[in-house]
């Protein structure tokens, strides 16, 4: 059993279709039908910055999708126009359909028609895959026991409700992971300075940037309002952990009166951690504290950086103890 996502309900509902993209790769009849081929296919037809795991991640689904498959195996499907869950029987081997938008495709028989309500928490989990085709493995069962005559919407159990809290903390994760991503793609030296300057903005300070090469070891300088205490800010945007000296720094850049602000994608070394507890005038923040920030603040951020790492406000189900 197999599920697989599409943004075109219309090719595959009206046309009796399953389909991929990767144009790219053209006719995929044409290949030695192995995984290395698919690999070394994707590689050329792609970006040369991708990881090897990328890589057969990504040229594994194309894969799956002309070798393994095979007529007479089912399908899940998703839809998004109607919220129902479709599943279906392969009809047809794989071929090449260069008039579609989606052109390496099958013909599939849809047997049943469903709402997502009729299963289980965990089903709709499990066919929620970030990929595009995919193997059904741990809810097979309920999928099939949906073609039965006699089924009806199954109960969601209590003891899903783990479930549905581990889903919603995992939406949570990956989107702190793809944050700090971006942050790290997109932002280097001045430019994570000048993003950092603007999410202090974004929380209610007035803020300085120091000239390219200026000040020695201040990057901003940050203020509540009209008053004193000014706050010295240094940001690293460096993959290593943050030692010891490096705060060192900092404190030795400010003057009496001052509050200080390390601010890094990364983290700080136990030397680094004990140093910042014995020097409370100095905060550090790490990557992780960071991304916290960006999702309090993301709505006053300026518009260059919501469209650098665009998000969207959503409500996810929680669970209480």
Not at 131 to 140: A, G, H, P, R
Not at 223 to 240: F, G, H, T
Request: charge should be negative.
């Amino acid at each position: 059993m197999w599920g697989i996502h599409t943004y075109d309900d219309a090719l595959f509902l009206e046309n009796n279709i399953i389909a991929i993209g990767w144009k790219e790769m053209g006719d995929l009849s044409l290949l030695e039908q192995t995984r290395e081929a698919y690999k070394e296919k994707y590689t050329l037809a792609n970006p040369p910055d991708l990881s090897k795991q990328q890589i057969a991640t990504r040229a594994g689904q194309p894969y799956r999708f002309v070798c393994e498959a095979q007529i007479g195996d089912y399908v899940v499907y998703p839809s998004k126009r109607n919220r129902e869950i479709n599943i279906g029987i392969v009809e047809s081997d794989y071929f090449y359909n260069d008039n579609d938008r989606y052109v390496q495709q099958r013909k599939v028989k849809w047997l049943k028609h469903l709402p997502r309500t009729a299963f289980s928490q965990g089903a709709l989990g499990e066919i929620g895959s970030a990929l595009t085709f995919f193997s059904i493995k741990n809810y097979s069962d309920e999928f099939f026991s949906a073609l039965d005559k006699g089924f009806k919407s199954k109960e969601i159990a209590i003891d899903e409700d783990e479930i549905i809290a581990h889903t919603a903390e995992d939406i949570v994760e990956s989107t702190k992971d793809y944050i700090l991503k971006e942050l790290s793609k997109h932002l280097k030296g001045y430019t994570f300075e000048a993003f950092i300057a603007d999410l202090l903005r974004a929380m209610g300070y007035r803020t300085e940037e120091s000239l390219r090469g200026g000040d020695s070891g201040i990057d901003i300088k940050a203020y509540k309002d009209e008053l004193p205490p000014r706050i010295i800010v240094q940001v690293k945007s460096q993959d290593s952990n943050i030692n010891e000296t490096m705060i060192q720094s900092l404190k030795g850049a400010m003057r009496e009166g001052d509050y200080g602000l390390f601010i890094t994608l990364s983290n700080y070394t136990k030397n680094a951690q004990k140093y910042l507890e014995h020097t409370p005038i100095i905060r550090g923040i790490s990557g992780t504290e960071l991304v916290e920030l960006i999702l309090k603040y993301y709505d006053k951020l300026s518009e260059k950086y919501r469209k650098m790492i665009p998000l969207k406000m959503v409500y996810i189900p929680i669970v209480e103890n």
